[in-house]
């Protein structure tokens, strides 16, 4: 019998790289935030929120897309 307890430490540069693949912003070139990663249980799937736009960053925005206050919120 075995039993293991422990983390599993993803590098954030990597797990954002791997995020952008399903990201249809990301492909056109646009400036992309990302909101914070959660756990959506009634379709087994990590959702995130993304805001983009091809003439300035999300966090520039005068009024800030759901992707960034996301984070605010948790300052």
């Known amino acids: 019998m075995r039993h293991y ?3 599993i430490d993803i ?3 990597e797990f954002w790289v791997f995020v952008s693949k399903f990201c249809p912003a990301h492909a056109g070139g646009d400036e992309v935030a990302y ?3 959660r756990v959506a ?3 087994d799937s990590l959702t995130i929120s993304f805001a983009a736009s091809n003439s ?3 966090s520039e ?4 897309p759901a992707a960034v206050r996301e984070w605010d919120s948790l300052k």
């Open 5 to 7: 307890e422990g983390e």
């Open 11 to 13: 590098p954030l540069e």
């Open 35 to 37: 909101g914070v990663p």
């Open 41 to 43: 249980k009634e379709n």
């Open 56 to 58: 300035s960053h999300p």
């Open 61 to 64: 925005w005068v009024e800030k």
